[in-house]
């Protein structure tokens, strides 16, 4: 007896579908990018939480300017790094929504360090996600804060020199040690299981938001095989074996 696809495609059949919180716009980045995995988690873990419609992200300038295309939420348009001030605003006037702000490295650690250092010491209730693909992509490929020593950009043509360009930056540590973060991860979204693991510190930011206990930031360590000049299968290896010595994974601060 034959079975047409009509009779499997069936409610209880479904093991998975798309969030709703993702709308159907196609997606500008490029093939291979971390920045849709971590667009999808962070809609699935708003729609398992019940708060789409508490919800207000604020999108910084660079490749996920974006943003606001992708997931049905309110949202706000930050100028270049000023993210996390905007965030503040925001949840004070709002406390009772869940605000939180998706940056690159090159307008978060870069342009916007003030403003996370600041808004991080006040122990501002929002979520930070940090993405560290270790290069400034929208713009070209230039160094960013967090280019490895070594790391050939745009701007560093015989890689990253640490008597010119200083050292990179472990932002992430350095606000681990602020009275006002109470939750500080590193994630990677390159495997499933790295994925279920970045999936669970998104929520777990989110729900601190609840508690009022201070900022969460969480971290992914990213790839951008563009910038860097190679596959999406050679970045995913670059990274695990280049910038996970340097950003290694893992919770840093949990209070």
Known sequence: MSVELKDIIKEE????????VLTDNVMHYCPGCSHGVVHKIIAEVIEEMGIQDKTIGVSPVGCSVLAYNYLDIDWAEAAHGRAPAVATGISRVHPDRYV???????????????????????????????????????????????????????????????KL?????KLTELLAQLDGTC?????????????????????????????????SFVEIVSTCNSGWKVTP????????ENMFPKYPLGDIKDI
């Open 233 to 240: 299968v050679e970045a995913n290896k670059w990274m695990v």
């Open 13 to 20: 059949n479904i093991v998975y579908k798309k969030t709703p």
């Open 100 to 162: 939180f702000t998706y940056q690159g490295d090159g307008d978060l650690a870069s342009i916007g360090c003030g403003e996370i250092m600041h808004a991080c010491n006040r122990g501002e209730n929002i979520v930070v996600i940090f993405i560290n693909n270790a290069i400034y992509g929208m713009t070209g490929g230039q160094m960013a804060p967090t280019t490895l020593l070594g790391q050939v950009t745009a701007t560093t043509p015989y890689g990253r020199d640490a």
């Open 165 to 169: 360009n200083g050292f990179p930056m």
């Open 183 to 215: 939750y500080v991860t590193r994630q990677s979204v390159h495997t499933p299981a790295n994925v279920r693991k970045a999936k669970a510190a998104i929520r777990k930011a989110f729900e601190n938001t609840r508690k009022d206990k201070g900022t």
